[in-house]
């Protein structure tokens, strides 16, 4: 069984940054797959961002050319750099990692986008 912890969300001004980590409490180097997913009420969680284990990265196109996501392998983490912050952001993320045995979740980050 591996946790996910989710943190770095918050609220931020229009324009600002903001970086998530997915801190996991086993080694990932067995993950393929890590992302991070977004939810707002109402609404499908949807993808944001994703990282293989080869190190290959998909974003939604929301999220391109002001998110970036990246692993550290040695640290059991992974992130989401998010630069240039709308209001539109404002969601809980959440992180999701994928091995051949299961598909784990985070508990969600709020982040909070507003003036």
């Known amino acids: 069984q591996v946790q996910l912890v989710e943190s770095g969300g918050g609220l931020v001004q229009p324009g600002g940054s903001l970086r998530l980590s997915c801190a996991a409490s086993?080694?990932?180097?067995?993950?393929?797959?890590m992302g991070w997913y977004r939810q707002t009420p109402g609404n499908e969680r949807e993808l944001v961002a994703s990282i293989s284990d080869a190190g290959s990265t998909t974003y939604a196109d929301s999220a391109k050319g002001r998110f970036t996501i990246s692993r550290d392998n040695a640290k059991n983490t992974v992130y989401l750099q998010m630069n240039s912050l709308k209001p539109e952001d404002t969601a809980v993320y959440y992180c999701k990692m994928v091995n051949s045995m299961a598909i784990y979740w985070g508990q969600g980050t709020q982040v909070t986008v507003s003036s």
């Open positions: 086993r080694s990932i180097f067995s993950m393929y797959f």
